[in-house]
Every structure is written in C-alpha cells, then in structure tokens.
C-alpha cells in the first residue's frame, strides 16, 4: 500500500466517511453516553477494539463462510468480542464500567460495526480490514470524543473530569471552569444539539473547501 | 442438501471458536472482576459505617429479606448486620425507592441499634442530571442532613421534605426525589423498630 492512499484512508475514515458524522451509524451510543469526554472516550475505544478485531476475524474466516450464511456469523463474531470487551472493562476499569452501563453490552447494535465487516473485511485481506477498523473506529471515537467534551463543557463546566475511571488513582475533577452549567446539554436534547451542530460544522467546512478550490483554479 | 450440511458445519465451528474465545477471556478476568465487585461493595457501604466501632466482617453478614415484607420497594430488600463482641451495633439496609422521577432509586440506610440513622448513600437511580441526582453524595450534602436522625428525632409524621410539611430540606427545583427518599429511610427506621429483633437474632443464629 502506498503513503497516499494510506493518508487516503485515514482521511476517509475521520473525517469524509466518518461512520457517525456522514453515515450517521451509531447514533444510539453516540447520543446517550457523551454528557462527559470520559464516557466517549471509553467507549469510544470500546468500540475501536471491538471494530478491529471483529474486521480481523471477518477478514480471515471470509474463504469459509458461505454468503447466505455470514450475517449470523458476523453476529456470532461481533457478539462474542464484545462480550470479551465487557470483562476486560470489568476487570480492569471497574468504574468506567459502571458509568457506561448497558451501552457496553450494546456495542453489538453498533451497526457501524456490522456495516466494516459486511462492506469492507469480507472482501478484503486481514492487514487491509485491520487498517480499515483502525480508521473507521477512530473516526466514531473521535466523535464521540468531541461531543462528550461540548456538552461536559456546556453541561458541567469542566473539561476532562473524572478521567481516573480510566486511568485509576484518585477522584480527578477535571479542569473546572464553573460549578453547573446549561443541563440541557447533559439531557438527551444536548446530545442532539451538539451531534447536529458538529455535523452542520463539517458540512460548512467541506463546502467552503469546495467553493474554494474552483474559485482557485480560475484564477 | 450438501450445501446445507456445510452451512451448518462452518456456523458450528465458529461458534465453538467464540465461545472458546469469551471463556478464555472469562477465565483470565473472573478474578479481577470479583475482587471489584467486593470492592465496589465495601466502598459503597461506606457512608453507612463511618464513625461505627465494630469488629465483623460486614460483607459476610448479607440477608436477603424476600418480598413480601414492611420495608420499601417490591423487590428482595438485602441487610448486612454489624456488630461489637458479638453485641449488635448497626443495621444497613439496601432499599428501593419506588416513587422517584425515573424508575426505583436503591438507597442504603444505616440504622444504628439505638434506632438512629448512621448513613444514607444513594446507590443506583436514573434521576435527572443536575436536578434529581444531586441526592449522590458526591455531588451535594443533601444525604448528610439524615445523620443521627431518629423516630423520635423528629416524629414519624416530621419525616417529610419543608414543602409538605415535614422537617428536612428538599433539593431546589426537585423534590419528587428527596420526598421519595425521605420517605424511604422513614419506613426503613419504621421497619427496623418493628423486626429489630428479628435482623439481629437471625444474625446470632447464623453466628452460631
């Protein structure tokens, strides 16, 4: 694979397919638990590893599997790995676990996952699938990363609290700006706004890159 | 039909791959998990022992009341019993409050033999953020207001947030929630002044 289209699908992945911002895939972990940065981040990896690995195992059992029957098997896949990823974060981040609550488990209904496996590593070769999982994944954590901080910071007034739930150590509080802040942006309604605000920001991005380009070229 | 066989043959072995893979993974995390679990459990218990001299093992001491019984909520209420030299000190109730804004909220009660409160510590709700939730101890001091309260201190009938009459503090722009958790630690204290005997002689029995 070659540096540029290597960059190519990075750039696919976070920012022109971004699965949450442009295939709107989801939508349900992404809008109920980022009211804080540690909740999408968390399941944001989550959801990253359980993407790469199920990717890797489509990828490698693709020859065996019969096209009428891949959708359960996929399901098979991707329900066990998550089942896996629940008692890592079990053991391991106890308290995460507690906060993300049943949308750990629900990492199966991520149909962004089943969409990789059924568009992308059940045509493709195993290091391919790994790269498209990394991509894809990070592009859904990313978001859910940046939503968890608008509304932690519009919601709470902080920036990056309780990241010992990741992490250990002592209760960290975060940068603090205010005590309190809008609830609304930690109600569902918040999640709404902030999904359709970074989606209304990328659309403006991406046609002021587009009206700037030609207005260029005549030139 | 051979299509079939083969179908069923590769859906076997991998499922069969899978479940080996959550097992290995169970066999590699169920000892950590249980150590948090019990973790979880003492750090959450707590508030409820603070300021208690008591030399028993209080996870150990767990009963399970089945329903039908006095105390709050439907569902299976659970008690771990505390005690000096064998001499009963304390009682903590993990209750539900049924008539919270979203769904049962569980509380632990801290009774102490006396019949006053030794700690109330929200466990588990779905409360509104930022109006409901602040009954957590970790985001106001609204549960504290219940230390050392009894039956008597103030009568059953001051148990009642400010706004219906009763004596404690309601939340600003709440108070479905702290009237259901009043209400809650008051047929809790109501419960344990009924069946003290019983929570603790069942204790003793099973010491035996």
């Not at chain 1, 509304?151 to 209760?171: N, Q, W």
Request: hydrophobic fraction near 50%; charged fraction near 20%.
């Amino acid at each position: 694979m070659s540096a540029s289209n290597f960059v190519d699908r990075f750039r696919n992945g976070l920012w022109y397919e971004n699965p949450g911002l442009v295939q709107l895939l989801g939508l349900c972990p992404l809008l109920a638990v980022t009211s804080t940065f540690v909740n999408g981040l968390g399941l944001g990896v989550a959801t990253l590893a359980v993407l790469i690995a199920s990717n890797a195992l489509v990828s490698a059992t693709r020859r065996w599997i019969q096209p009428q029957i891949r959708i359960p098997i996929y399901v098979l896949i991707i329900a066990s790995l998550v089942t896996c990823i629940e008692l890592i974060f079990k053991a391991w981040f106890p308290a995460l676990d507690r906060s993300l609550g049943i949308f750990i488990p629900l990492i199966v209904t991520n149909c962004a996952i089943v969409a990789r496996a059924e568009v992308f590593a059940s045509k493709n070769p195993v290091a391919s699938s790994i790269l498209d999982g990394f991509v894809m994944g990070s592009g859904f954590a990313l978001l859910l990363m940046v939503i968890g901080l608008i509304r932690e910071l519009v919601g709470h007034g902080s920036i990056m609290s309780r990241m010992d739930m990741l992490f250990g150590g002592e209760a960290m509080r975060g940068i603090v700006l205010t005590d309190g802040g809008w609830l609304l942006a930690i109600l569902p309604p918040g999640a709404f706004f902030s999904l359709a605000l970074a989606i209304a920001l990328k659309n403006a991005i991406d046609e002021r890159q587009k009206s700037a380009t030609p207005r260029r070229s005549r030139r | 039909m051979n299509s079939v066989v083969k179908s069923g043959i590769t859906l076997a072995v991998i499922a069969g791959l899978c479940t080996a893979l959550v097992a290995l993974t169970y066999t590699a995390t169920a000892e950590r998990i249980e150590v948090n679990e019990q973790a979880w459990l003492e750090r959450s218990l707590q508030p409820a022992l603070s300021g208690l001299f008591f030399d028993s093992g209080v996870t150990e001491s767990m009963m399970t009341i089945p329903p039908p019984h006095d105390l709050p909520g439907s569902e299976a209420a659970i008690v771990y019993r505390v005690y000096a030299e064998d001499a009963p000190v304390a009682a903590l109730f993990v209750v539900s409050a049924r008539d919270g804004y979203a769904g049962p909220i569980r509380v632990l009660v801290g009774v102490d033999v006396g019949g006053a409160v030794t700690g109330v510590h929200v466990l588990e709700h779905r409360e509104t953020p930022g109006l409901g939730d602040r009954v957590e101890s970790g985001k106001s001091d609204w549960v504290q207001q219940f230390d050392g309260r009894s039956l008597i201190d103030p009568s059953p009938s001051g148990w009642a947030i400010k706004r219906d009459g009763g004596r404690f503090d309601q939340l600003t722009g709440a108070s479905v929630t702290p009237r259901a958790i009043v209400k809650t630690i008051r047929d809790t204290l109501l419960y344990f002044e009924a069946h003290r005997e019983e929570v603790f002689i069942a204790l003793q029995e099973e010491a035996e």
